[in-house]
């Protein structure tokens, strides 16, 4: 499983990165799922001048959090979505078969 981060917004304060929205990707060769969030950083884990700023440096300061646990959950999750869209999907009750006659 491979996974992709893109960063589509950042915020700064005093030239300080505060948060970054952010989009996840998991991809298994042939599905992807993906959301979308909002992380906010701890002062202490952005160290680079916003205008030496590069997307990996983005990327990694998300992966290498302290809040190891939300990146797991972020993960686990997509995963968890990749593995549902193996199964067939159920049909609605509600929702009669149709048919066409041809003449």
């Known amino acids: 499983m491979k996974y992709t981060w893109k960063i589509l917004d ?8 505060t948060e970054a929205k952010y989009l996840l990707s998991a991809t298994n060769g042939e ?3 993906e959301t979308e969030g909002n992380w906010i950083f701890e002062v202490t884990s952005v160290n680079i001048a916003f205008k030496d700023l590069l997307p990996s440096d983005v990327f990694n300061w998300i992966e ?6 939300q990146v797991i959950a972020l993960k686990s999750n997509l995963a968890k979505q990749l593995e549902n ?19």
């Open 64 to 69: 290498n959090d302290p809040r190891q646990d």
């Open 85 to 103: 869209l193996k199964q067939e999907k159920p049909k609605m009750p509600w929702i009669k078969p149709t048919f066409s006659v041809q003449l």
């Open 31 to 33: 599905n992807t799922v």
């Open 10 to 17: 950042i915020t700064s304060v005093n030239d300080i990165v």
